[in-house]
């Protein structure tokens, strides 16, 4: 079950399977819908929930064959090849039965021209009304010392279905060159039947348990936090950010797990 992300755990614990829904409009998941919203209160305009992939690539490379690969995983992955919209009301994805994805080539000069171009690749919106969820770009610094570039949108993947995107590609770029298909296995499902799956009865009623339980232990939290902070908040919010590295001790650890 590809790319499926984080719902594979939660969909096979279920007694209820995961069946394949009719063509047509879908309905999101609790977590693209979450991540729809977001995008459309920042008007389509952010890069933050961009998962960027960047590979250096040397020897002869075979570019058609190479987009013709991305076109190979757009085709097996529904999400990869699914639009959004809403009325005001509801938001709903469509999958796109016939997709393109374009693998533009630019030349560059040196390290830095291509430091800015991945900048500038990487913090590009998607507009997820009309664009796929995932779009390349070819940096070429010499004749056998290349860069792709490859951006995903959050909505369509995670970090542990972006990494078998990525091993797909590759997979599906060496079958190519090869002479060959790529052997993969049929996929059973797609995202959109997790959605669907997701939203039916008995998973909303345990949901519904579950917002009960965290609405009652975080209760007494205060609404907002009483932390110290070094300098104001911006008029902008920039989503820059660092990492903080930090061990709890084992009571805490237990609690948490508990």
Known sequence: MALLGS???EALSKDAPIVRREPGRALLSHGQQRLWLIDQMGGGASAQYHMPTVLELRGELNVALLQQALLLLVQRHEVLRTTYASDGDHAWQEVQEVATLALPVLAVEDEAA?????????????????????????????PQRHVLVLVLHHIASDGWSGVIAVTEFCQAYV????????????????????ARWQREAPQQARHAQQLTYWQQKLASLPEVHSLPLDHPRPAQQSFEGALLHSRLDAQVSSRLRA
Do not use: H, K, S
Not at 119 to 131: K, S
Not at 134 to 139: C, E, F
Not at 175 to 194: F, H, I, N, T
């Open 114 to 142: 291509m430091a800015e171009a991945i900048e500038a690749e990487t913090g590009r919106p998607f507009n997820l009304r009309c664009e796929l969820p995932l779009r390349a770009q070819l940096l070429r610094l010499a």
């Open 175 to 194: 079958a190519l060159v090869e002479g060959r298909a790529p052997g993969w296995q049929a996929l059973p499902v797609q995202y959109a039947d997790y």
């Open 7 to 9: 719902a594979r755990d």
